[in-house]
């Protein structure tokens, strides 16, 4: 393992909490942030990152990721993603229940932290998966960032569908709740209707946007019910964004990805299964009603739903196809493509995709350029284009569904805990990440 040097990041475009850019020095003692200035002298430190023509971001703090250990680690492991959001400025994650075993208890949570500690690159925290007869592991276990109910879309213990068995989980306890919110009983019925249909386009239809809206409205009717802190995971349509537009109470947040901004029905006649995912891709109208909410603020941040699967389990062909993308190594660079080419600001996409992240889970010292906070940093280049190409992924599933795209703002250098654990297409695969620590 490497141990924590001082740095000093030189003449980088420096994101400052307000959102302005300023040319200057930051200097790093011990992990942390401690001085930004435009010119630091007379503080000699052991490492230092020429960071002329690039621009500094508070490290990606991703809040949706499957990263498969234990138990599926044929598509992907602890290392293989940590590799993966290395490369893709992402410095920490939450990572969901739906390994095997489920991670419904502390010894499943403490076993996932283990392996973290000694695999990681980047900084990890776990969710822990609600079931039917859990709730005792729901209120004790930690750490923890939160509770996942998978309400539609998963099969076996986490699957929580029936109000009556949501009910007593909303009702005790304060911890956070973060919703996959789709209707698994108008799932299960259309899945019927539509038998036998192999196109995968047939996906969005069979989990369509009423499947969606009906557990977005029943996960909201049962946090105002006992003002329970909620989070909906993944929101995919319109109009469950113009329902929280009209009612979201201070205590809900929401989330978007990258491919439900930027992927649309479209991409099935494109990449086919690939781009099947739960909740499903929605038409191009919704791609641009989702756009407006997170520009409003009625989405509050992005996620990426990381959830890789083998190109051959792909291939098996609809339905028999697993759902899921890959994504941490390309959101950023996604993101920052579109700023560039003038759908939101740098700052915006900072925000969402690290500040508001921070914020909504209560992680301290993250999600800014400030003295004090945790040196978790990306450099990126923000004057070039480049290609997203197949065989520089470092997921072990090994496909994107963004290959070929040409996009700007690819990662450079990547800085975790103050120690840099990638710099210009290496990884310092020494590096460890810290578990997360959340506020209560
Ligand atoms: O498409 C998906 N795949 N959506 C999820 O929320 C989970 C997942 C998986 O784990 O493969």
Not at 105 to 110: E, T
Request: glycine share 8%; hydrophobic share 40%; with cysteine.
């Amino acid at each position: 393992m490497s141990s924590t040097a001082d740095l000093t990041i030189r003449q980088a475009r420096i994101l400052l909490p307000e959102g302005d850019l300023q040319v200057g020095d930051v200097l790093i003692q011990k992990g942390k942030i401690s001085r930004i200035a435009p010119e630091i002298v007379g503080t000699e430190t052991d490492v230092e990152v020429d960071a002329r023509g690039l621009t500094l971001f508070p490290g990606v703090i991703d809040p949706q990721v499957h990263f498969r250990e234990p138990g599926l680690e044929h598509k992907e492991d602890l290392f293989t993603a940590s590799c993966a959001c290395a490369k893709g400025g992402v410095t920490s994650f939450l990572e969901m229940p739906n390994t095997r075993p489920l991670t419904i208890n502390q010894a499943a949570m403490d076993d996932k932290l283990s392996r973290a500690a000694q695999k990681c690159l980047v900084n990890y925290g776990f969710f822990i998966g609600a079931t039917a007869d859990n709730l005792s592991d729901l209120l004790s276990v930690n750490p923890t960032c939160g509770i996942k109910i998978f309400m539609g879309s998963s099969h076996g213990a986490l699957l929580v569908s029936e109000e009556e068995v949501l009910e007593p989980i909303f009702a005790n306890g304060s911890r956070l709740i973060a919703v996959h919110a789709e209707d698994q009983a108008r799932i299960i019925q259309r899945r019927q209707q539509f038998k036998g249909i192999t196109d995968p386009a047939i996906h969005s239809q069979i989990q369509d946007e009423q499947a969606a809206l009906n557990a977005t409205k029943l996960a909201l009717k049962l946090s105002k019910k006992y003002q329970r802190r909620l989070h909906i995971l993944h929101l995919s349509t319109g109009v469950e964004a113009e329902l929280l537009r009209d009612d979201k109470p201070s205590w809900v947040t929401a989330e978007v990805t990258p491919q439900h901004l930027l992927l649309n029905t479209d991409a099935y006649a494109e990449i086919g299964t690939l781009a099947q995912m739960n909740p499903p891709l929605r038409s191009p109208e919704n791609n641009t009603i989702l756009w407006q909410a997170l520009l409003d603020g009625v989405i509050d941040f992005i996620a990426t739903d990381h959830a890789p699967h083998t190109l051959s389990e792909k291939a098996k062909g609809y339905p028999n196809s697993p759902s899921g993308m890959p994504g941490v190594e390309t959101s950023l660079p996604l993101m920052l493509t579109q700023a560039v080419q003038g759908r939101c600001t740098i700052a915006q996409v900072s925000n969402w995709m690290s500040t508001a992240v921070a914020k909504a889970y209560c992680i301290p010292n993250k999600g800014a350029i400030a003295p004090g906070f945790d040196a978790d940093l990306v450099l990126v280049d923000l004057d070039n284009y480049d290609i997203v190409r197949q065989e520089e992924l470092q997921t072990k599933c090994g496909w994107s569904p963004f290959t070929g795209w040409k996009l700007t703002g690819f990662p450079q250098v990547t800085i975790v805990n103050g120690e840099i654990v990638y710099n210009r297409g290496k990884l310092n695969t020494e590096v460890r990440g810290k578990a997360l620590t959340f506020d209560t």
